[in-house]
């Protein structure tokens, strides 16, 4: 029996902020992560993503480096403020030059494209307008969604409105790590929720309206559980825990966005901030909500629990990434299984890995035995999943490059392929020579 479905898709992922650079070239507006940077004291070292991997300029030689490493699919973000220099109005001309060549040497190289619309580097103009927390947005995400998807019709099938709501409300909107910085109150969090549902709900009608075929996933991120052992009602207590909003951390569950948008409603476990803001939302809303075709999980780690859904304190000296983010392959297992139970449509992971402390050793190779052993551990997981019944359409791995790491500048390297900043290098590390094969035997090797 093969140990993946048979049309299971295998690939990569990064985002336009993160690797592209080229900042303020060909027409390009200023967008937040811009001006986060630019105004000092927010990220390590001072970093930015000016130049960051300067794939901008590397296009051909990125996708040869990824036929190279067997990918099936590549997730990339566009950065809105190419396309819409001002978030709204006018069409930049030169905005879709990197992308056109990018998607055009993908094909040719029988990748798979795979375009998220917004992860994160919303057009400054916009912020000036609110943000995320003025409903007009909307507008705008759909006006954006529609030019793309006009765009790469015919080129590009599948479209991911919005990378982790969850970051964006929380991070940007109430404590301020991200951009654009806000430290706002929860019910101010909650709200951002909310213009998130409807704007993903816009784009993605704006999306299939232009182009009925494209497939409109998002993507989600957020506390998992998972079973200290693997009994029945151990799952069930794992199950709830996961979705419980009445645990610290309601902003960083799946389904604070994702039953708003599916379910229309607030779960009952919902803190009190929560539910005094739900009460302001127009009813009609909810009938503007779309079910997106799939979810994207991004998933790194989990928490474990007990029989009665308590947390159960990793061991001493329990094994941690670079990063110190616990390393719990289990959570594969049961994270696709639980957000298919509760929605009932199909998934991606859409972004799993670990930052490393990855260096060229004297050889001129780049070692990462961890990254292979995580990858392993995770990928064999994440196969139990799908034998119990989760459709799990792919695994897209985060990331591709060594690339800027938002607040932590480029100290963490999460990359399969190794990135020296000083040049521009590129190296491709052990871990996607071994990712290669599992790829070709769609698994079979692990
Ligand atoms: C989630 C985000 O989507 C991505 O941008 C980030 O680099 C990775 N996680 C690692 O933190």
């Not at 336009?16 to 001006?35: M, T, V």
């Not at 998002?218 to 645990?247: H, I, K, M, W």
């Not at 929605?343 to 930052?355: H, M, R």
């Not at 490393?356 to 995770?378: M, P, Q, S």
């Amino acid at each position: 029996m093969n140990k993946f479905p048979k049309n299971f898709l295998w690939g990569a992922a990064c985002a336009s902020y993160q690797c592209e650079g080229a900042w303020d070239e060909d027409g390009k507006g200023p967008n937040i992560w811009d001006d986060f940077c630019h105004m000092g004291g927010h990220v390590k070292n001072q970093d930015n993503g000016d130049i960051a991997c300067d794939c901008y300029h590397r296009v051909q030689e990125d996708v040869a480096l990824m036929k190279q490493c067997g990918l099936q699919a590549y997730r990339f973000s566009v950065s809105w403020a190419r396309i819409f220099p001002n978030g709204d109005g006018i069409v930049n001309p030169l905005g879709f030059i990197y992308y056109d060549e990018l998607v055009d040497s993908l094909l040719k190289n029988g990748i798979q494209p795979m375009i998220t619309l917004y992860h994160w580097d919303l057009p400054s103009a916009l912020q000036d307008r609110g943000g995320w927390l003025n409903r007009d947005i909307t507008r705008a995400f759909a006006r954006y969604a529609e030019v793309v998807a006009q765009h790469f019709k015919g080129r590009v099938h599948t479209y991911m409105t919005l990378n982790e709501p969850q970051c964006i409300a929380q991070l940007g909107y109430g404590v301020g790590v991200h951009a654009p910085g806000l430290v706002l109150d929860e019910e101010k969090v909650a709200q951002v929720f909310h213009v998130l549902c409807l704007a993903h709900s816009a784009g993605m009608r704006a999306i299939k309206a232009v182009d009925p075929t494209a497939t409109v996933g998002v993507v989600t991120c957020g506390r998992q559980c998972y079973p200290q052992t693997d009994t029945p009602q151990n799952r069930e207590s794992a199950y709830q825990e996961t979705f419980n909003l009445s645990s610290p951390g309601w902003q960083f569950t799946s389904n604070i966005f994702l039953d708003s948008l599916i379910l229309r409603k607030y779960d009952e476990t919902a803190p009190e901030t929560v539910r005094r803001f739900a009460h302001t939302i127009d009813p009609s809303d909810w009938d503007m909500m779309e079910t997106p075709d799939f979810i994207g999980i991004n998933i790194y780690n989990g928490e474990m629990v007990d029989a009665e859904g308590r947390y159960v304190k990793p061991h001493p000296g329990a094994p941690v990434t670079a990063c110190k983010w616990k390393v719990t392959p289990e959570v594969m297992h049961y994270c696709t299984l639980h957000i298919y139970r509760r929605y009932g449509i199909p998934v991606y992971i859409t972004e799993n890995g670990l930052s490393c402390n990855d260096k060229v050793y004297l050889d001129g190779a780049v070692h990462d035995a961890e990254r292979i052993d995580f990858l392993h551990r995770y990928l064999l997981e994440l196969q139990k999943g799908i034998a119990e019944g989760a459709p799990v359409l792919g695994y897209l791995h985060w990331s591709l490059f060594d690339n800027f790491e938002w607040a932590e500048g480029y100290d963490e390297r999460f990359g399969m392929i190794y990135v020296d900043y000083k040049d521009g290098r590129r190296i491709l590390k052990d871990s996607v020579k071994w990712y290669r094969n599992v790829i070709e035997s769609n698994g079979d090797s692990l």
